[in-house]
């Protein structure tokens, strides 16, 4: 079912196994015209432009944009115990891991009576987004919220689209994690409109303020993402997420029935997810052709998963060592890795690249989506080769606190001088001097 690359007796340099790989497109640039004008309209009309295109793409015009307490109680009053419980578990799963990233600020002594303070601060307001496209996505607010209360973030809101079916409202689920979490404040939007109003704020229809924010985080499609790329600057942005990957190392100890159940796990999100498996069997990798000709039959979503799998951004890779295929699996840099080979630790501990890594036959990447307290907001399109997923410290910034005594300052002041000189700006070094340094200055 998967296409097959055979890297056996030869792995190209870095840069070739770039090109060569499976790797969903996701051209950004391709959208911006017809982004741009959506966010523009935003800027200049507000919340009557936001309404507008809700009607025209989300086919419903809320009321208003600010979802009314009432409804986020009412939402998690209405949630069905077993799901309320689930998210209870991965919050707090969450909140364990992410309250153990948080810094502390440190004070070094560069001399004495001259000291650099990092001091690490909040983003003061935060917008966070939920898609509700193809899914509904609780625990897409569980992996924004939680890491941003851990840092500290002083005003959090929430944002997905409003919903036909349930009046105007997003849908009931993303309510109710919302309520449960403590965030009070959610509106009603998606989409590109979504960003541009996070970004320039506005006036609600019963004459509300809907604050701007400095930063905005969450997943969402490539409108979502162009709108992102078009404000940076304006206000901060997590990263330009694309299609969900997963890559699986693995040699002929995997079950390949593990190995079929999880690359259709990540296939069943999008028609572009992409699902590889690098592996050192032949054999194995015809097992998994087998199982996932029956499974991808028997999911509930099967003409999503197949499309998916077939598709040029989807495959298998056979190589002839497991080093080749750790070799593979940087290059790629996979948001998500499983490993399933021998020794799968000590495989899993010689790779560089990649968002999140699972060892072991135990921890499918749908553990990690959901209950492993670990983040699923991850660097797609190999964006792992330079960036992290979602933290703690994605909402922190390191403020550097400068505090130097008189004579800490007449100390290096014939240093500082000199550089500035040395780089023709006098200025900088005079500014230095004609401060009263006391004797020796």
């Known amino acids: 079912m998967l296409n097959r690359t055979d890297l056996r007796g030869r792995v190209p340099s870095p840069a070739r196994l770039r090109a060569l790989l ?25 919340v009557e432009a936001v309404l507008d295109f809700a009607e025209r793409f989300d086919k419903v015009r809320p009321g208003r944009i600010r979802v009314p307490a009432s409804e ?21 799963r969450a909140r364990v891991v992410h309250a153990d990233q948080r810094r502390q600020d440190v004070t070094t002594e560069v001399v004495p009576g001259g000291t650099v303070t990092e001091r690490w601060v909040p983003v003061r307001r935060v917008g966070l987004y939920a898609p509700g496209g193809l899914a509904v996505y609780p625990s897409s607010v569980v992996m924004n919220v939680v890491p941003a ?123 572009l997810a992409a699902s590889i498996l690098v592996t050192t069997s032949e054999r194995l990798a015809d097992e998994v052709d087998e199982r996932l000709r029956h499974r991808v039959a028997a999911t509930k979503h099967s003409e999503r998963v197949e499309q998916a799998l077939r598709g040029p951004q989807s495959g298998t890779v056979l190589v002839s060592t497991l080093d080749d295929g750790v070799r593979v699996v940087d290059a790629y840099a996979a948001e998500h890795l499983e490993i399933q080979t021998a020794d799968a630790s000590s495989v899993a501990a010689r790779v560089r690249n990649a968002g999140a890594v699972f060892v072991g036959p135990y921890a499918p990447v749908s553990l990690g989506d959901y209950c492993a307290g670990s983040n699923h ?60 340094l006391g004797d020796g200055a």
């Not at 499976?22 to 507000?46: F, K, S, W, Y």
């Open 22 to 46: 499976p790797r969903a497109e996701m051209d950004v640039d391709a959208v911006l015209h017809q982004v741009r004008p959506v966010v523009e309209a935003v800027r200049d009309r507000g």
């Open 72 to 92: 986020l109680e009412s939402a998690l009053a209405g949630l069905d115990p077993v799901v309320r419980a689930a998210l209870e578990e991965s919050i707090a």
């Open 149 to 271: 209360q851990t840092a500290g973030v002083e005003s959090l809101v929430l944002c997905s689209p409003p919903q036909a079916e349930f009046g105007g409202l997003p849908h009931p689920t993303i309510l109710a994690a919302a309520e449960l979490l403590g965030v009070g404040e959610v509106w009603a939007v998606g989409g590109a409109q979504a960003v541009a109003l996070l970004a320039y704020g506005g006036t609600d229809t019963d004459g509300a303020e809907l604050e701007p924010v400095d930063l905005v985080t969450g997943p969402g499609n490539i409108y979502l993402t162009a709108a992102k790329r078009m404000l940076r600057g304006l206000i901060g942005i997590d990263s330009e997420a694309g299609p969900t990957e997963i890559a699986i190392l693995a040699d002929d100890t995997a079950d390949p029935s593990h190995v079929a159940a999880d690359l259709v796990s990540q296939a069943e999100h999008d028609t």
């Open 377 to 436: 907001v991850l660097p797609t399109g190999g964006f792992a080769r330079h960036s992290s997923g979602l933290s703690v410290q994605s909402f922190l910034r390191g403020i550097h606190v400068v505090d130097y005594s008189a004579e800490a300052l007449r100390d290096v002041a014939g240093k500082v001088v000199a550089l500035a000189n040395a780089e023709d700006l006098p200025a900088h070094g005079e500014a230095v001097l004609a401060r009263d």
